[in-house]
């Protein structure tokens, strides 16, 4: 098990502050360096959004364009597909369902929202309702009731992406440009302002490797933030005003 520790020591946002950046950086005991882009919104005034780009996987060069057509503010790469670009498990993006309910064990969380707020549920709770149109089946979980998920993977290192929250109204989209374990991932999630400036209570995985990208758009003129993904990509978890 490994322990983190920032190297970032610039002060987290305000809880209050409306959508904002930040690029934190950590080492680990074993001598890890993780570093991670990292989107932080309330989910009181911004809602998520998924936003499909087709069997076609748009390239990170095209995101830009979507993301600003859409309206949103942010984005990382979301779920998995297969070869032929058709999506693994349940997606529902703009209020449209694009593919079927799936219970296969990687796909142990699933990430919606229905208008009244955010949620990231396990499978087995979760219930199709009216009035979701933004939804995404992902996994593994990283992180539940504030702990690390056990039996998390410690072979595979790859580049990561996730979706994390202290289960009030806080929430991170993120993606690192190290690779690192999913244990690892979930160690640094719950270790307290690693990775957050408040607890973690639960996080999911999204899609990682070499489909992990990032994008947040600032406005104002000013150049957006990217992580690129190095491999086209079926569609994006995002962001948005509400």
């Known amino acids: 098990m490994a322990d983190w520790r920032p190297v970032t020591h610039e002060p987290w946002p305000a809880p209050e502050a409306p959508i904002s950046h930040?690029?934190?950086t950590?080492?680990?005991s074993t001598g890890r360096t993780l570093r991670a882009h990292l989107v932080l919104f309330d989910s009181r005034r911004y809602r998520l959004a998924v936003l499909d780009l087709g069997?076609?996987?748009a390239p990170t060069s095209a995101w830009l364009e979507r993301l600003r057509a859409a309206g949103l503010l942010a984005a990382v790469n979301g779920g998995f597909f297969h070869a032929d670009g058709?999506?693994?498990g349940l997606v529902i993006a703009e209020g449209r369902s694009l593919s079927r309910f799936e219970t296969v064990k990687p796909?142990?969380?699933v990430l919606y929202d229905d208008g009244r707020g955010i949620h990231l549920e396990r499978r087995a709770r979760f219930q199709s309702r009216p009035g979701i149109d933004a939804l995404i089946q992902s996994g593994p979980y990283l992180v539940e009731r504030g702990q690390a998920v056990r039996g998390l993977s410690t072979q595979d290192v790859s580049r990561r992406t996730f979706i994390a929250t202290?289960?009030?109204r806080h929430w991170i989209l993120g993606a690192t440009r190290d690779g690192l374990t999913l244990a690892e991932l979930a160690e640094a999630l719950?270790?307290?302002g690693a990775l957050a400036p408040w607890p973690v209570e639960r996080a999911l995985n999204l899609d990682g490797?070499?489909?992990t990208g990032f994008l947040f758009d600032p406005g104002e003129g000013r150049a957006p933030i990217e992580l690129r993904a190095r491999r086209p990509v079926r569609n994006l978890v995002g962001v948005r005003a509400r």
């Open 166 to 168: 202290d289960w009030r």
């Open 86 to 88: 058709q999506p693994l």
């Open 55 to 57: 069997p076609e996987l």
């Open 209 to 211: 490797g070499s489909s």
């Open 22 to 24: 930040r690029e934190q």
């Open 190 to 192: 719950a270790t307290p």
């Open 26 to 28: 950590l080492e680990s």
């Open 107 to 109: 796909l142990s969380g």
